[in-house]
């Protein structure tokens, strides 16, 4: 089973509203990560938690903040969004951290969030 | 970074072999060649990774040049369902971090 579950599957919210997506992992990986995906572009990465603790935050404006309650669940909070904002945000996990050499991603199916 | 370079696009008879290829001539000697492929509406799936020798898993076989400058992903036998943006990625060697590129739409037609 190499499923990555991300809730909700699409998101509508103001630019005053606060949000949050929800992403779940039950395959026993240490490593999870938050992309964002513009329409017709590539995923980029944002944020990277290995064993829990923030590894990798790319620049990422603070309006995004991640937080990893437990080594299976990882959230995005959302305030304060811009409608530029607006993509699908993918989450991913791996059994092991991003630097070593067996490094799987699995990525869930994504929330396509509009922002008005 | 090492960046790749990828066609844009390209078509496939069903049933026929597909071959994708990579350019990656900035690559390090401990930087791995990743392919992921992302179907329509749907988040990227790995497919693939190697760092110097040939791979092959049930998906499909990975084809690295011997200087490493370059790479060919084959589908051994596409079908509709391979019809997707192919993600050539090398990955960075201290962070692990994964930097997409612009990726191939390969169109699998019957």
């Known amino acids: 089973d190499t499923e990555v579950t991300q809730t909700p599957k699409h998101l509508v919210m103001g630019m005053t509203n606060k949000k949050s997506l929800k992403c779940e992992q039950h395959?026993?990986?240490?490593?999870m990560y938050w992309y964002k995906q513009k329409a017709k572009k590539p995923p980029e990465l944002m944020f990277v938690y290995s064993y829990e603790k923030l590894s990798i935050n790319e620049s990422v404006p603070s309006r995004f903040s991640p937080e990893c309650p437990n080594s299976s669940l990882l959230n995005l909070h959302l305030h304060a969004l811009q409608p530029e904002d607006s993509a699908l945000y993918l989450c991913a996990s791996s059994q092991v951290p991003p630097g070593l050499a067996k490094n799987i991603q699995y990525f869930g199916a994504g929330t396509r969030l509009s922002v008005l | 970074d090492a960046k790749t370079t990828q066609p844009p696009s390209m078509d496939c008879a069903e049933g026929r072999a597909a071959n994708l290829p990579c350019n990656h001539s900035?690559?390090?000697?401990?930087?791995?060649v990743y392919w992921y492929r992302q179907i329509h509406s749907q988040g990227p799936q790995y497919i693939i990774h190697?760092?110097?020798n040939n791979e092959t898993n049930e998906m499909a076989s990975l084809i690295i040049t011997e200087d490493r400058k370059s790479s060919t992903l084959i589908l051994p036998h596409a079908t509709l369902r391979d019809t997707a943006v192919y993600y050539c990625?090398?990955?960075?060697?201290?962070?692990?971090?994964?930097?997409f590129g612009q990726g191939t739409t390969l169109q699998v037609k019957p």
């Open positions: 395959m026993g990986h240490r490593a």
């Open positions: 900035t690559i390090s000697g401990n930087e791995y």
């Open positions: 990625i090398v990955r960075v060697a201290v962070t692990g971090k994964l930097i």
């Open positions: 190697g760092l110097k």
